[in-house]
């Protein structure tokens, strides 16, 4: 995948379809931050990840959600925490991955 062909995302998108999981559906954190972390909440603007790593606010994150014989991957940044994870706006997602994610969640609502 070429780095080059990206779609940034608009911030904040709210509204917008979030499937709440109840699977054990896994990101892969890579870059500067690294491990895994559960999926909970997965949209098309965003995911929350129940994870103990300690992130802050304004954290960059590389993330790789397998699904199935694919993997969407976005980079995201921290925009919220709780006690039991952190919220993770996408901000730089390929066309290709986009459509990756909408046929995830479109299985997931299935």
């Given amino acids: 995948m070429s780095r080059q062909s990206t779609t940034t995302l ?9 499937v709440h999981l109840e699977s054990q559906l ?12 559960r999926v909970r909440d997965l949209g098309l603007g965003g995911t929350f990840l ?4 300690q992130l802050a606010v304004g954290d960059s ?9 694919e993997t969407f ?5 921290v925009r919220s925490i709780t006690r039991e994870g952190v919220g993770v706006e996408f ?6 991955h986009l459509k990756m994610l909408r046929r995830l ?5 299935e």
């Fill in 61 to 69: 994150l590389h993330l790789k959600i397998p699904a199935g014989l």
């Fill in 73 to 77: 991957e976005s980079d995201g940044i």
């Fill in 10 to 18: 608009p911030p904040k998108r709210r509204g917008s379809l979030r």
């Fill in 105 to 109: 969640l479109a299985e997931l609502l």
């Fill in 26 to 37: 896994i990101v892969i954190i890579t870059g500067a931050i690294t491990g895994s972390a």
């Fill in 50 to 53: 129940e994870t103990d790593r």
């Fill in 91 to 96: 901000l730089r997602t390929s066309p290709e």
